[in-house]
T-cell receptor, first 111, second 118 residues
Framework: LAKTTQPISMDSYEGQEVNITCSHN???????ITWYQQFPSQGPRFIIQ???TKVTNEVASLFIPADRKSSTLSLPRVSLSDTAVYYC????????????FGAGTRLFVKA | GAVVSQHPSRVICKSGTSVKIECRSL??????MFWYRQFPKKSLMLMAT?????????EQGVEKDKFLINHASLTLSTLTVTSAHPEDSSFYIC??????????????FGPGTRLLVL
């Protein structure tokens, strides 16, 4: 299982762009990179998933360099409601491949 | 996105009783479902992986006789905490992996169940 390393916490201000980087040096060829957001007492919410280069959806962008040993979640113009824990997960999407969570990054957005 | 529900959202029970938690994928089929538990300010800890129609695979340190998992259909998995004790109090979260369609392989999580054992 590819282990991931993220900053434990980050602070930001409303309206700023936030970039959270995740290291996954042992990523395998079949592994995808998925980011989740979790609020207290709620289940994780899927944000974005990618395999290589750049992926963008309505809430975030995911940048993956060519060697895929890291990835960066970019949240444009954060608001107070983006205060949450963000998890980077790496693994295959096939079969019973289990998803192991790391410690995540606690993002605190200030007014 | 795909929706996963859990029931109940919270439950309080007496020590020694059993509690069943249901996890349903509402708009997709899931051949694989996962059960996690989470303590305050901690990350999710994987308890077991269940595949439809077969026995669950438990993580090391998780008692299979205490945490019974059944995955009887492509949309339903249940976790039964047998003879619950106060130390079993936690936040239990299930997830389901989409078996087919556009989001195949993506894992979606339920809202969680807060269990309090008195």
């Amino acid at each position: 299982l590819a282990k991931t390393t993220q900053p434990i916490s980050m602070d930001s201000y409303e309206g700023q762009e936030v970039n959270i980087t995740c290291s996954h040096n042992n990523i395998a060829t079949n592994d995808y990179i998925t980011w989740y957001q979790q609020f207290p007492s709620q289940g994780p919410r899927f944000i974005i998933q990618g395999y290589k280069t750049k992926v963008t959806n309505e809430v975030a962008s995911l940048f993956i360099p060519a060697d895929r040993k890291s990835s960066t979640l970019s949240l444009p113009r954060v608001s107070l409601s983006d205060t949450a824990v963000y998890y980077c997960l790496v693994g295959s999407n096939t079969g019973g491949f289990k998803t192991i969570f790391g410690a995540g990054t606690r993002l605190f957005v200030k007014a | 996105g795909a929706v996963v529900s859990q029931h109940p959202s919270r439950v309080i029970c007496k020590s020694g009783t059993s509690v069943k938690i249901e996890c349903r994928s509402l708009d997709f089929q899931a051949t694989t479902m996962f059960w996690y538990r989470q303590f305050p300010k901690k990350s999710l800890m994987l308890m077991a992986t269940s595949n439809e129609g077969s026995k669950a695979t438990y993580e090391q340190g998780v008692e299979k006789d205490k945490f019974l998992i059944n995955h009887a259909s492509l949309t339903l998995s249940t976790l039964t905490v047998t003879s619950a004790h106060p130390e079993d109090s936690s936040f239990y979260i299930c997830s389901a992996r989409e078996a087919s369609g556009r989001g195949v392989g993506t894992q979606y999580f339920g809202p969680g169940t807060r269990l309090l054992v008195l």
